[in-house]
């Protein structure tokens, strides 16, 4: 027997439905009424001699007076040696439940399935939760099936051109991928056959030991700190009451320790996955660094010391993606992925050329090598479409993701569309959100849809450029795009900290905590419920599929994919898109 | 706990955000940053202020531990291995 007692003079709606959870898990319960004083209370127990007594009470005005009043005539009743005294409430917590003279106190978030746990002696249900989370794997049950056969010809030819032009010639970074491979597969350093194939700096760092400007070697204790640190697990993580798309937050401080502090924090906070971002440099760079390197500014150096230690410090069942899509070290990036147990990885030839300022031809001969080494390590990887933050049309960019698709397709690659989630230029220009943030993004989403069977990971973050320097306003707008998605049914999103718009300083672990928060409140508050668009996004799907349309039939009419590249035809000068100029003149034929 | 052991516990950052009665947002900035500097806070910055009626809402921002720094957290000394 279970007495319940709600020691307030109004608030018992908590007791109740933890009664009710008691009750449909075979327990039976008393629920004594509201406002009886302590000794009242006592006396009834004495007559009930119940196992368990639950008191709730809001602290406050006295209230714990009354509470250690409650266990003192409990004591002197004799009641204690049969009935555990149980306290949950407002500013309820364990310690202070202690101090009172209580066995336990549930503050507030306490479902009724983690008291009953309690009361039957099990773990609670969100450390369950915890341990038995799986990796999600986002690609599942998806076949790659055109179903629009005409968009599908067309990406397919493309693919099927650009593929046989790709495997006919090779780059420095295609070549170093096979000499990385070679030595992370030996376990040794690379040698001078890599060295030839790198900037003055990186060879400079590795023959003197200087790393670039403001990177550090990390010491040795550090070193050991931060493999104590990645081997801290924990179980608990924020249960999810409501279910949500597969949630990634990025990271990339620079410094692998606050990488590990802000992804354990994540993750505590219900974060699924977690994305690497590396220093901007590091695209314009030829080669990759090795060691435990620390940077001062934005982007985490990307080594295999470093990947493995983020690697060490994720909990199982985290997903980890590793970005390897826009510079001159894109496939050496998937092998040094893929070998420190990456789970995915983000490729895409057309974003990087004309978004990421690598130059197309190179990047297409790198492109196709990363996508073959993600097959080689079954990672699946994104094809984003950050060139429409430049101004390219959706459709644009759309048009050059399905033929990425395709490509990887047949590479044996499993490809994840990623169609940013944001208030683009052309929609600002456009004036296609003046209503609201949903119509065009629906659109998008839909149209991916109708022509492949494909997992979407809207991003990246969802609600880019929606969203203000007040935590309050990013973090709502963080919530709202996010449950979009999975209205929409999307795979995964990725999500921005509440900081996305500030940019006088590093991003905090705190506003990461917040727009994490919003996200799940937002999926609680919404549920399963079904966010109805306007009739616009239906004009703006026939928009979006009409622009696919034309850029691959002009695509197919241009010399080749790469030479489409720099006519524009998936995104032009007037549209923003610029084709980069790094690693231009680096592509020889076999 | 002394203020330093305190810090030390700080992954980041520390944001003080508040409303203060003033006249335009510029004033609002420069009262947030001057708050902040009377803390003994040198690396302050205004992370975001919207000026409304009376006054405006401010969050000030200053970072204990910038990335690739020394971090208390990690142990030592002063800041016990809390990590």
């Avoid at chain 1, 399935?113 to 609670?124: C, D, H, N, Q």
């Avoid at chain 1, 986002?138 to 046989?164: C, H, N, P």
């Avoid at chain 1, 609201?436 to 109708?450: G, S, T």
Wanted: charged share 20%; aromatic share 6%.
């Amino acid at each position: 027997m279970i007495l319940l007692v709600p020691l307030d003079p109004v608030h018992d709606v908590g007791l109740k439905m933890i009664k009710r959870a008691l009750e449909e898990a075979g327990h039976k319960t008393v629920l004594l009424p509201p406002d009886m004083t302590p000794s009242e209370i006592i006396a009834r127990a004495e007559k009930i001699r119940p196992s368990h007594m639950l008191v709730s009470r809001t602290l406050g005005y006295q209230a714990e007076e009354v509470l250690a009043r409650l266990a003192d005539l409990a004591d002197a009743a004799g009641i204690r040696e049969q009935t555990r005294m149980i306290i949950g409430g407002m500013a309820v917590r364990p310690e202070l439940a202690q101090e009172l003279g209580f066995d336990a106190g549930f503050g507030p978030g306490t479902s009724p399935s983690e008291v009953v746990a309690f009361i039957e002696g099990r773990p609670a249900p969100s450390a369950e939760c915890a341990h038995q989370r799986a990796k999600k794997d986002l690609t599942a049950g998806y076949t790659y099936r055109f179903k629009d056969e005409s968009v599908g010809r067309l990406a397919e030819q493309l693919a099927d051109e650009l593929l046989i032009w790709a495997d006919e010639r090779t780059s420095p970074a295609v070549e170093r991928a096979e000499l990385r491979y070679a030595a992370l597969m030996e376990g040794r350093s690379v040698g001078t056959d890599y060295l030839a194939l790198c900037d003055e700096v990186v060879r400079a760092a590795y023959l003197t030991g200087t790393p670039p400007k403001k990177t550090r070697h990390l010491t040795v204790d550090e070193q050991r700190h931060l493999g104590m640190l990645g081997e801290r697990q924990y179980v608990a993580s924020r249960p999810r009451s409501h279910p949500a798309p597969v949630l990634f937050v990025q990271y990339g401080t620079g410094c692998p320790f606050m990488d590990v502090a802000h992804i354990k924090a994540a993750v505590a906070w219900g974060a699924d996955g977690v994305v690497h971002f590396d220093p901007s440099w590091g695209a314009r760079t030829e080669g990759l660094l090795e060691g435990w390197l620390t940077h001062e500014e934005d982007g985490s150096v990307i080594t295999p010391e470093n990947l493995r230690a983020i690697r060490q410090a994720l909990e199982p069942w985290v997903l980890w993606q590793v970005r390897a899509h826009r510079g001159l070290n894109t496939p050496e990036t998937v092998v040094l992925a893929g070998h420190a147990g990456a789970d995915l990885t983000k490729i895409n030839i057309a974003y990087g050329s004309l978004g990421g300022g690598t130059d197309p031809e190179r990047l297409a001969v790198d492109g196709v090598a990363a996508m073959r080494w993600a097959a080689k390590f079954s990672m699946p990887f994104d094809i984003v479409t950050n060139e429409e933050l430049s101004g390219v049309p959706a459709g644009k960019a759309f048009a050059s993701m399905l033929v990425m698709a395709a490509l990887a397709k047949k590479v044996g690659a499993r490809p994840i569309l990623q169609p940013l989630f944001c208030n683009s230029p052309e929609v600002m220009i456009g004036g296609y959100m003046s209503d609201n943030y949903v119509d065009f993004n629906v659109a998008k989403v839909q149209v991916l849809r109708d022509i492949l069977d494909a997992p979407v990971w809207p991003g990246a973050p969802v609600g880019f450029l929606t969203q203000t320097e007040d935590r309050v306003q990013s973090s709502l707008m963080t919530g709202l795009h996010a449950c979009l998605a999975g209205f929409l049914r999307a795979d995964a999103v990725t999500i921005a900290s509440s900081d996305e718009a500030y940019s006088g300083g590093p991003i905090t672990a705190a506003a990461r905590t917040d727009t994490l928060t919003a996200v799940l409140a937002a999926a609680r508050f919404f549920g399963s419920c079904v966010i109805t668009p306007t009739a616009e996004a239906e004009r703006f799907k026939r928009l979006i599929y009409s622009q696919i349309c034309d850029a691959l039939t002009a695509a197919q009419k241009a010399p080749s994919f790469v030479q489409a590249l720099y006519d524009g035809v998936f995104g032009s000068r007037d549209d923003g898109a610029h084709p980069g100029r790094n690693g231009r003149g680096t592509v020889r034929v076999k | 706990m002394t203020l330093s052991h305190a810090l030390s516990r700080v992954v980041d950052a520390i944001d003080i955000e508040t409303f203060l009665l003033c006249g335009s947002a510029e004033e609002a900035r420069k009262i947030a940053l001057s708050m902040l500097l009377g803390l003994g806070f040198s690396d302050a910055d205004v992370v975001s202020v919207e000026m409304n009626g009376p006054g405006a809402r401010v969050r000030a921002r200053t970072y204990v531990h910038r990335p690739g720094a020394r971090y208390g957290w990690l142990g030592g000394a002063d800041g016990g291995d809390v990590a």
